[in-house]
């Protein structure tokens, strides 16, 4: 033992003895569970308490008095960011001055970004960068840390309710297999898609629905964004006061095509009503992007990009609103595999598709292609990484792959003048029979109409005419084509044919039957129903996209008629699970009050098709009613899925079947594919 403590000596001689050890820093971790928190904030300079923070006349001071202290309520902005309200639902904002004022509306400098440590908080200006604590005696920049104390009092957080309430039928059956209803075709990134300003509004944004669906001073009355809404969807420019937050009265409705109509509290609500998975197809367009005066990139590839990011900021959105990362409803899945986990946790599960003309660049100029085989590889390699499982290789214009199916009437005058932009030709067609595109004017009135209203042709261009009666697109799948097709089979993506020629289409379907390949699918409505006989015929998946029940007057076919006609083809007994494409955001109509509603509406509050019961959705201070509305907003597929099943008269047990077997059955191709 004296030896020890001799040792002990000399060595605490040779290094002059030991300090004491050094106090551990604070480790400073992201904040991500404050989500609707009602708090007060004592804040600190170091160990000494500076007091609590209470309102004063302009900003905000200290008290050292604790019942004086003023309450603030937590809404995230984004994983580990907030915005804080006070009692009077004003923001904190940090001011160019230095003191921390009250706000009218959320902004940059509104938004914090909060951080913990063993009870104790920071907070800095997302925008500056500036720490909040004491700025000349009142709340300001300085360098402070606060704690929270639970409160009452606070401000409730403008926001949407789904209206869904009860406990929901399981999301899996005994045998393993997914229960619930797909929309196979949706753009719910459609605000950062043609170069972000063609759209008005936005799936989720910081600040939230306030934010989110504000009007557009572009889209109001004589704007631009009116003008153009008006040529693609046949609304008035000179009746568009924009009224979105919180009185909707000029927006949503089934037919305003540029307003946002799939905000995330509405998704909710069909993911609580039963709906299991979201196809989310990527859109993008050069000529549309070229027609508006605000834009980013008009490259497609480059909106694509930006909707992927869009994408994934909206699922960490989801999660920060929801408690923290990972806790979300809103789950993005890569595989078939994570479908299947997403799903079975009774969560939403989130595919990735891409629906553009110009993919990879792979435009066609008076048929010489503007891309290469390495071009396509390498694009290929680009949208796996970013998790994209199927596309469309032809949209809507001739491309370097094949011919495009043609649009009709107004609509298809446009795309044709853009047609004619992408490629330096119009549509060229020939007489055929059998399968068949859609017919065009055969002298041109509908070119005519569209020139009515301002719309110019390129210098030098001669008006097209078409045959009459059934026609064919001219094109067909090419060699860069036919090498695109063989290298998505190779790597299991799924292939969606609509949009393509019949020339196109059927190569591509010609192909996959050589190949044993079920990776193929209809999914909105758009390719002749011979062609949709082969999907069937291959494994693939069908949806029809989403019209209403029964005729709501304007023009279109019904849902119940198009599952009825190819549950009838030949290959129609082989759907086990039927989808639906409900295209939303993507310039096309919803659907419209059925004609019957009054007769025979659906009643508020129901049972929906997972159980669940549903009220009627309210935004704002407007209430939504399908019978009266149609299909103005996401929201209301919940209550469009059970009128139409209501509505199926003796095939509504086979075609409930068939819906909650969707999921199931896009899940068991995309598997197939991937074997």
């Not at 104790?120 to 960068?129: E, I, M, Q, R, W």
């Not at 050069?286 to 980013?296: A, D, Q």
């Not at 370097?400 to 043609?406: E, K, L, N, P, V």
């Not at 009220?615 to 019978?627: E, H, I, P, S, Y």
Request: hydrophobic letters at 40%; glycine letters at 12%; aromatic letters at 8%.
């Amino acid at each position: 033992m004296a030896r020890k403590l001799l040792a002990g000596v000399l060595v605490l001689g040779l290094v002059g003895g030991l300090s004491a050890p050094a106090e551990a820093a604070a480790t400073w971790t992201p904040a991500n569970d404050l989500e609707g928190s009602c708090v007060t904030l004592q804040v600190f300079n170091g160990t000494a308490s500076l007091g609590y923070v209470f309102k004063d006349s302009v900003g905000y001071g200290f008290t050292g008095t604790a019942t004086k202290a003023e309450p603030f309520r937590f809404e995230a902005t984004q994983l580990g960011r907030y915005q804080l309200r006070d009692h009077t639902g004003a923001p904190p904002y940090q001011s160019t001055v230095g003191w921390v004022w009250a706000g009218d509306k959320y902004g940059d400098r509104a938004d914090w970004t909060v951080s913990s440590s063993e009870g104790k908080y920071k907070l800095v200006s997302t925008a500056t960068g500036q720490q909040m604590g004491s700025y000349l005696g009142g709340l300001g920049a300085g360098s402070g840390t606060v704690a929270f104390a639970p409160a009452t009092g606070c401000a409730a957080i403008p926001d949407i309710t789904t209206g869904v309430s009860g406990t929901p039928n399981p999301a899996v059956d005994s045998s393993g297999k997914l229960v619930g209803w797909i929309d196979a075709h949706a753009h719910i990134t459609a605000a950062e898609a043609f170069g972000g300003s063609l759209h008005c509004g936005d799936a989720y944004a910081a600040g939230g629905a306030p934010v989110a669906l504000a009007g557009c001073a572009s889209h109001a009355t004589l704007g631009w964004g009116a003008l153009l809404e008006a040529i693609i969807a046949g609304t008035d420019p000179i009746n568009s006061s924009e009224q979105g937050w919180p009185s909707f009265t000029d927006w949503p409705q089934n037919d305003t095509m540029l307003h946002e109509a799939s905000y995330f509290r509405s998704l909710e609500r069909a993911w609580q009503s039963g709906q299991r998975v979201l196809n989310v197809l990527l859109v993008a367009n050069r000529v549309i992007c070229g027609l508006t005066l605000e834009h980013t990139s008009c490259d497609e590839m480059d909106q694509i990009r930006a909707q992927s990011t869009y994408l994934r900021k909206m699922q960490d959105y989801i999660d920060a609103r929801s408690g923290g990362p990972g806790k979300g409803w809103f789950r993005l899945a890569t595989t078939p595999a994570e479908v299947r986990a997403i799903a079975a946790q009774g969560k939403l599960a989130v595919t990735i598709g891409v629906e553009n003309s110009e993919i990879f660049g792979c435009r066609e100029v008076n048929d010489v292609p503007q891309c290469t085989t390495a071009q396509i590889d390498a694009g290929l390699n680009e949208l796996q990484a970013m998790g994209v499982s199927g596309f469309y290789p032809v949209h809507k214009f001739d491309n370097a792959f094949g011919g495009t199916r043609f649009d009709e009437g107004v609509t298809g005058a446009a795309v044709n003048v853009g047609n004619l932009i992408s490629t330096g030709h119009w549509w060229q067609a020939t007489s055929c029979t059998g399968p068949s595109d859609n017919e065009q004017p055969i002298v041109s009135d509908d070119l005519a109409k569209l020139l009515a209203l301002g719309v110019d042709l390129p210098a030098g261009a001669i008006l097209p005419v078409y045959p009459s009666g059934k026609i064919c697109n001219v094109r067909g799948l090419t060699a860069l084509g036919k090498y695109l097709v063989q290298k998505m089979m190779d790597r299991g993506m799924v292939i969606h044919i609509d949009h393509m020629s019949v020339k196109t289409a059927t190569a591509v379907l010609d192909l996959a039957e050589q190949a044993g390949y079920a990776g193929v699918t209809s999914v909105h409505t758009w390719a002749d129903r011979t062609l949709v006989n082969r999907v069937l015929g291959l494994g693939g998946f069908v949806a029809s996209y989403a019209f209403a029940a029964t005729d709501d007057g304007t023009g279109t076919p019904t849902f119940l008629d198009e599952w009825r006609a190819n549950k009838a083809l030949a290959n129609g007994t082989k759907i086990t699970g039927y989808g639906v494409g409900s295209d939303v955001n993507g310039l096309g109509p919803q659907a419209a009050p059925r004609l019957t509603a009054g007769a025979s509406p659906l009643t508020y509050p129901f049972t929906a098709t997972n159980g669940t019961k549903v009220a009627k959705q309210v935004w704002g201070t407007r209430t939504f009613d399908l019978n009266t509305d149609g299909v103005a907003q996401y929201g209301l597929y919940a209550d469009w899925i059970t009128d139409l099943t209501n509505q199926a008269g003796s095939d509504k047990a086979l075609l409930t079947k068939q819906l909650m077997s969707g999921a199931e059955a896009y899940v068991t191709m995309w598997e197939k594919a991937r074997s």
